[in-house]
């Protein structure tokens, strides 16, 4: 049997990413050909390096445990999974990550242009899907959370309630008592398999794939779980922490892995996408990580110039007006915008000035303002206010 990529880094078919980053570097440090005495260091050096490329790939690694070791070589080999392209992480501490290059459908991502890997999967090998193995990943499910601006100015710890699939705690995701009697599948004869053959744009290709009959099992039961009615799963509601990073976007998606669906047969969990929507500040305006704040200011204000407080996510800011500040004219507080995700440093608070024009005038301010028009030799009737005048000139 060919030895598979989880084998290859000794590795759990539901070993997290971390745990695949930290088994490629144990097993790089033993068998790179630069450090090693072993006769075939540069071959299993390559076997390692491409394991761990897969793995870490969530869609490579979704299509690899559907298709099986040799299907999905043989899918490369026919060009099935070139990179796409697509969007970055996002990411999120606790558990919680950026979709990855191919993403789930979501924004944290998507292929760009060239078709999802189930639509390569489609095309090699006729829409089979499943593995050919009872045992195979649970699906992905998405949810969403709504933030402040302020809590992804910080990075927050946000709780959720989700209704999800769970595997059945009374048979185990079994689907039938521990104790029920079993007869051999005669579909896959205890295979838990069945082949079959298909004409394809590449000539007949033979699949493998999982018995529809016993789902992979191999035996069939003659009595059925009472909880679960056989699925293996039922439906409870969960309280999850997610940590949001601070910098995060509106619109962005963190994954939790292994907090989606339980795969088939106590196959392991798919993860959770959740949408993140960051609620509008009424004080600020958002581009990337540079927030934009409009400040009315007075007429004197902008004519002898002051010193003003300027709101911040944060708190407040002072910022010197100069003398003859015109209205729209733009000033950069630095470092009081939002951080950069999983970066160093935040972006510039730029501040917009709007000279604010008085509209109901007493008295003493008319004759202030007539006095001033009338000595930069304005002529101003006293019958017609100074800004009726201004506003009769156009």
């Known amino acids: 049997m060919t030895e598979d990529f989880y084998d290859i880094l000794e590795v759990d078919r539901d070993a997290s990413e971390d745990e695949i980053n930290a088994a490629y570097r144990k097993k790089a ?3 790179h050909p630069d450090v090693s005495d072993d006769d075939d260091a540069e071959e299993k050096f390559k076997r390692i390096k491409k394991a761990k490329e897969v793995l870490t790939d969530e869609e490579k690694r979704q299509a690899y445990d559907r298709m099986g070791h040799e299907r999905f070589q043989e899918a490369e080999k026919r060009g099935g999974f070139e990179d796409r392209g697509g969007a970055g992480r996002a990411g999120g501490a606790g558990g919680a990550r950026g979709q990855g290059p191919f993403g789930a459908g979501g924004p944290f991502g998507g292929g760009g242009g060239g078709g999802s890997m189930g639509d390569i999967f489609e095309q090699f090998f006729g829409g089979m899907s499943d593995r050919g193995s009872g045992r195979r990943r649970g699906q992905d499910l998405r949810t969403e959370i709504e933030i402040d601006l302020a809590d992804a100015y910080h990075g927050v710890e946000k709780s959720l309630t989700v209704t999800r699939p769970e595997r059945c705690g009374d048979c185990d995701g079994r689907g039938h008592p521990a104790d029920a009697d079993a007869r051999t599948c005669p579909e896959c004869n ?6 079959q053959v298909q004409q394809t744009p590449l000539g007949r290709v033979q699949q493998t794939g999982t018995c529809p009959r016993c789902e992979g099992d191999g035996e069939l039961y003659d009595e059925r779980c009472s909880t679960c009615g056989g699925d293996g799963q039922t439906r409870e509601e969960s309280t999850l922490n997610v940590e949001i990073p601070a ?10 892995d292994g907090e989606g ?3 088939p047969n106590r196959g392991p969990s798919g993860d959770l996408l959740i949408d993140v929507t960051i609620r509008d500040d009424e004080r600020f305006e958002r581009e990337g990580t540079e927030l934009h704040h409009r400040l009315p200011i007075s007429v ?7 010193t003003v407080a300027v709101p911040t996510v944060d708190g407040q800011e ?6 003859g500040t015109q209205s729209g004219e733009e000033f950069t507080i630095r470092g009081e915008g939002m951080p950069r995700l999983r970066g160093r440093g935040q ?8 000279v604010v024009t008085p509209t109901d005038l ?3 301010q008319r004759e202030a303002l007539t006095a001033f028009a009338e000595a930069g030799g304005e002529e101003i009737e006293v019958r017609e206010g100074f800004w009726e005048k201004i506003k009769n000139t156009f």
């Not at 205890?190 to 082949?195: D, E, I, L, N």
């Not at 910098?247 to 939790?256: A, F, K, P, S, V």
Request: without cysteine; aromatic residues 4%.
């Open 362 to 364: 007493n008295d003493e």
């Open 29 to 31: 440090a033993r068998y």
């Open 261 to 263: 669906a339980p795969g």
């Open 247 to 256: 910098g995060i976007q509106d619109g962005q998606t963190l994954r939790m």
């Open 190 to 195: 205890g295979r838990g398999q069945v082949r």
């Open 318 to 323: 002072d910022l010197e007006i100069p003398s």
């Open 347 to 354: 972006g510039d608070l730029h501040v917009h000035v709007q």
């Open 300 to 306: 004197p204000q902008a004519t002898f110039g002051d």
